[in-house]
């Protein structure tokens, strides 16, 4: 059963893909549209980045793991090597946590 459901999957996913590949030259968008779909694409992911930064399962994480984004976030933003990035994120947290905040 588990196996058939991720052949299904699978397939979807390569169906899908391969109709934006073989459609794109019938389908129209207009020019707004055009102008929107990069916008769109990164709200789908600040969205995506953000609950992830926010909730643990279906509740919220507490203030250290945004504290952590936060302060990655800031760094990336200044342009830190990634490694710093990462480092000063889980560090920030970790100390967070270690002070007893959740």
């Known amino acids: 059963m588990l196996i058939a459901a991720i052949v299904a999957l699978g397939v979807g996913t390569y169906i899908i893909r391969l109709s934006g590949v073989l459609l794109r030259e019938r389908l129209e968008l ?12 990164a709200a789908l992911l600040t969205a995506l980045a953000a609950t992830a930064a926010l909730m643990a399962g279906s509740e919220f994480a507490g203030v250290a793991r945004p504290a952590g984004v936060l302060v990655g976030g800031l760094l990336a933003w200044r342009r830190a090597p990634f490694v710093v990035v990462v480092v000063a994120a889980a560090g920030v947290a970790a100390l967070l946590r270690l002070a007893g905040i959740p």
């Open 30 to 41: 207009s020019d707004s549209l055009q102008r929107v779909l990069p916008m769109a694409a």
